[in-house]
């Protein structure tokens, strides 16, 4: 199984995550998600597995993050960001999506939840 993981160095959450990767032995790719965030593609990707458990493209936001605030993301999507505009949005500012942001072959999951990650890998 290919497992790719886009995690922020300075991030506890993705520090976590990546403990919990490395104590099961899982081998994974890592990407510096400011550096290289996903792809469109890779976006489009996680938010049908999104939309598979009832969410939408607003999961994928990094809600804490400063930037969200700075560019006032919750007015736009109350104004009616588009799902088209959101996933451009994303892939050209790797601080706006909620991290870490793990992509199996056939799954994905964005933040870090044990239990969830467990399933998934």
């Known amino acids: 199984m290919s497992i790719k993981i886009y995690e922020y160095s300075k991030c506890s959450t993705c520090v976590k995550a990546l403990k919990f990767l490395d104590a099961k032995g899982i081998k994974y790719q890592k990407f510096p998600i400011v550096d290289q965030p996903p792809t469109a593609k890779e976006l489009k990707q996680m938010l049908e597995y ?5 969410g939408s493209f607003k999961n994928l936001f990094n809600t804490s993050g400063v930037q969200y605030r700075e560019l006032n993301i919750s007015e736009k999507i109350k104004n009616g960001l588009t ?7 994303l892939a050209g500012n790797g601080k706006l999506i909620k991290r870490p942001f793990l992509l199996t072959d056939d799954d994905g999951s964005v933040g870090f939840k044990e239990d969830v990650w467990k399933k998934l890998i």
Request: aromatic residues 0%.
């Open 50 to 54: 999104i939309k598979a458990g009832g």
């Open 83 to 89: 799902e088209a505009e959101a996933l451009k949005l």
